[in-house]
């Protein structure tokens, strides 16, 4: 009887593509705690699986970019707050694991469903047209110089100064904090990182107020992470 359920179960999670019910002593744990009636309906118990299913990817994977696992995180975090989410999150989160961009749609898909069901997702995304590196602009200020330009983005990404601003920012060092996201906007500007100028013109305004919205940290996070694999594509190609 235990394996005919255990079938079920896992039957029912391979139709969305969850691999979590092959490993079989989570399963035999998961089971128990159904039997037991830990979960209200299959529905609360496929969420659990699929938070312990996208946790252990995100561990465990180098496939996920930066900006997925950040949305997936949270995501998690929250899958248990309104149980009207469920389906719904759950394909979602399927959505999120399979596409390497997480598109302007997703985003706005998971934050129409979280609203409705009164819930808060301070989700970060980056748009698919989003502009990072601005090569040709980038050129022009080094004399059309390729090869130099390169360089200077090399320097770029073994700095540690964006490093040093999240941690400043964390132990509300705003002194500190201003004066690092200061010079990140002067770099990024000076290189043409449209972006994380963006970003970090913004950021500098919140820092001034002594403040910085969670949301606006975890996007330059994410803008960050996107800027750096840009910056090595163009380095890549002139030394």
Not at 60 to 83: G, H, N, P, R, Y
Request: proline residues 0%; hydrophobic residues 40%; neutral net charge.
């Amino acid at each position: 009887m235990e394996q005919e359920f255990i079938n079920i179960l896992t039957k029912m999670v391979e139709d969305r593509g969850i691999e979590t019910l092959r490993d079989t002593k989570l399963t035999k744990a998961l089971i128990m705690d159904y039997s037991h009636g830990e979960y209200k309906d299959e529905t609360n118990f496929l969420l659990r699986v699929l938070e312990l299913d996208v946790y252990k990817k995100i561990i465990i994977s180098e496939d996920l970019s930066i900006t997925k696992k950040i949305i997936v995180k949270q995501l998690c975090e929250k899958l248990f707050i309104a149980d009207k989410m469920a389906n719904s999150i759950v394909d979602i989160l399927i959505k999120i694991l399979r596409n390497e961009i997480v598109t302007e749609k997703i985003y706005e898909d998971t934050n129409k469903i979280a609203t409705k069901n009164e819930v808060k997702l301070d989700v970060p995304y980056i748009k698919t047209n989003t502009v990072f590196v601005n090569e040709e602009e980038g050129k022009k200020r080094v004399m059309n110089n390729a090869k130099l330009y390169a360089k200077l983005l090399l320097k770029f990404k073994t700095d540690t100064t964006f490093d040093k601003f999240i941690t400043v920012v964390n132990r509300q060092n705003w002194e500190e904090a201003l004066s690092t996201i200061h010079a990140i906007r002067g770099i990024a500007g000076n290189l043409c990182l449209v972006e994380l100028l963006n970003q970090a013109l913004d950021i500098e305004n919140q820092v001034k107020g002594k403040s910085v919205k969670l949301d606006s940290l975890e996007n330059i996070k994410a803008c960050y992470a996107e800027t750096i694999k840009s910056v090595e594509i163009v380095i890549n190609k002139f030394i």
